[in-house]
């Protein structure tokens, strides 16, 4: 007869189970490291908070008591001031109220990085048409032909997403501004897990060396006299691609044109420093 297996003992023919490694544990430095770099961007989110309601609040109630104030003061006085008086008090209202508009687009960005995404599936082609249709419908003059070809299918924040295409069609529109058969193209592909696409204008074009001031906030390659605006939306362009957890970059050459390139996760992947545990993904 056979004993039976007892203990460490093993049947014959069965196999012993791997020895399971112990749990890593993390040292309690780099715990207090991580804690410490956690807390540090809570403090930096509340202050980015603290300065979008002021931004929305305590700014804007000034501004908006001097666009009253000079609106009332051309009303009453313009026919008694002369045209150096009339001058400064036009230049006063514009100053105003390109400070306010300034300030709207800087909440743009702000909210483009705090709010959560509603990732859904989108027709990107469907998308630039429509987006593009739009400014056709807000703008003076006829825009440039615009030419979309096979774009890829990806899952993306709808609303954030038309947010991007906008911003990059209205600057390949800008920079194609006055030239003869201006055309804007549209055309992507996906490349494994990602969806990648790009939007190509024959405008001005920029130095390649001053590719990555483009993506940066204020970041103007060009006069403000030939190219006027505020310098934010391809940063906002490029908040919006990282949020998804992609990326952005541009191509160009002085009266060449530029193409600007997109690639998005076909399924995001935003990652946001959050109240929780370090790491964490909202």
């Not at 207090?32 to 603290?50: F, H, M, P, V």
């Not at 979008?52 to 008694?80: D, K, Y």
Request: hydrophobic share 45%; aromatic share 2%; proline share 7%.
């Amino acid at each position: 007869m056979h004993a039976s297996a007892t203990g460490d003992e093993m049947p014959p023919g069965a196999c012993r189970p791997a020895p399971q490694a112990p749990p890593a544990v993390c040292p309690p430095d780099v715990r207090a490291d991580a804690g410490g770099e956690l807390a540090s961007l809570r403090s930096e989110r509340a202050e980015l908070q603290a300065m979008s309601h002021a931004v929305s609040h305590e700014l804007r109630s000034p501004l908006g008591a001097i666009l009253i104030l000079s609106s009332l003061l051309t009303q009453e006085c313009g026919p008694a001031l002369d045209d150096q008086g009339r001058e400064l008090l036009r230049r006063l209202t514009d100053c105003a109220r390109s400070t306010v508009a300034l300030m709207d687009r800087l909440l743009v960005l702000h909210r483009a990085a705090e709010q959560e995404l509603a990732p859904v599936a989108v027709d990107l082609r469907a998308t630039v048409q429509a987006v593009y249709a739009e400014q056709a419908s807000q703008h003076a003059g006829p825009l440039p032909e615009l030419v979309v070809h096979e774009l890829p299918g990806l899952v993306a924040d709808p609303a954030l997403l038309r947010l991007l295409l906008a911003n990059l069609l209205a600057n390949a529109v800008k920079c194609s501004a006055g030239r003869a058969g201006a055309r804007i193209e549209v055309a992507g592909s996906a490349s494994g897990d990602e969806a990648l696409f790009h939007v190509r204008d024959h405008g001005v074009g920029f130095d390649p060396r001053m590719a990555e001031r483009l993506f940066t906030l204020f970041g103007h390659v060009h006069s403000q006299v030939q190219f006027p605006g505020a310098g934010i939306g391809l940063a906002l362009v490029q908040r919006i691609a990282r949020r998804h957890g992609g990326r952005v970059w541009a191509e160009g050459a002085p009266e060449q044109g530029a193409t600007f390139h997109v690639a998005l996760p076909r399924v995001p992947r935003q990652v946001v420093c959050t109240a929780g545990a370090a790491g964490a993904a909202e």
